[in-house]
């Protein structure tokens, strides 16, 4: 397993912990306290900040040659689904509310940073699981 | 990756050059270990300079080494 691949997997180990213990603790401060101050839940994504300790935590992978055109190409699909994926989550997030509230309806200027922030999430986990399998089923062998 | 329709000999020609190692061949071509396997098992597709790389690791041509399967 290359330095790419270990990132890669803390970075969706740390996405799926920050988001599945958010949504919990979202539900039991819903259940206690009620909507807005449930939303206090959402503080424990602040847990995906772990995951920038990976250039860190991860040695440079040793030898003479750590990055070729297989690399390249695997980082560049990689960028590429996340990007989507992004552009994704905001296109959605444009035209759901459209759909739900009506054109004439407004939402609060808050949801913004959220979408930027889920964009964000959402870019990072599928650009980590793109580089897992891309670089999974070709290292059965090793 | 698909399964490339390229496919290749190069297991075959890394043991008649003196039980060349995939880290060996990595090496020579100037790419990772990994590739040489991916590219081995006929799970990546190298570029033409790769290929060019490889071929001449074994001191043979590019048809020898990769051959494409209709």
Redesign the interface.
């Given at each position: 397993m290359?330095r790419s691949q270990k990132i890669a997997w803390l970075f969706v180990i740390t996405i799926s912990l920050a988001v599945v213990s958010s949504l919990a603790a979202f539900a039991i401060l819903y259940i206690k306290v009620g909507i807005p101050k449930a939303f206090a839940g959402f503080a424990l994504l602040g847990i995906v900040g772990f995951a920038g300790f990976g250039q860190m935590i991860f040695p440079k992978?040793k030898?003479?040659?750590?990055?070729?055109?297989?690399?390249t190409f695997i980082n560049r699909q990689a960028a590429i689904a996340g990007f989507a994926t992004a552009f994704l989550v905001v296109g959605l997030a444009c035209m759901l509310p459209f759909f739900i509230l009506g054109p004439q309806a407004t939402i609060a200027v808050w949801w913004l940073p959220n979408i930027f922030g889920a964009a964000g999430l959402a870019s990072f986990f599928v650009h980590s699981v793109v580089i897992l399998v891309?670089?999974g089923?070709?290292?059965?062998?090793? | 990756?698909a399964k490339s329709k390229i496919k290749n000999n190069i297991r075959q020609f890394r043991f008649e050059n003196g039980q060349m190692t995939q880290a060996d061949l990595?090496?020579k071509a100037?790419?990772?270990?990994?590739?040489i396997?991916?590219i081995?098992?006929g799970?990546?597709s190298?570029?033409l300079?790769?290929a060019i790389k490889i071929a001449r690791a074994f001191g043979k041509k590019v048809d020898d080494v990769f051959e494409y399967e209709e």
């Open positions: 290359n992978d030898g003479k040659i750590i990055c070729d055109e297989r690399d891309l670089y089923r070709s290292n059965k062998n090793e | 990756m990595a090496d100037g790419v990772t270990r990994q590739t396997i991916a081995e098992a799970q990546y190298p570029s300079e790769l």
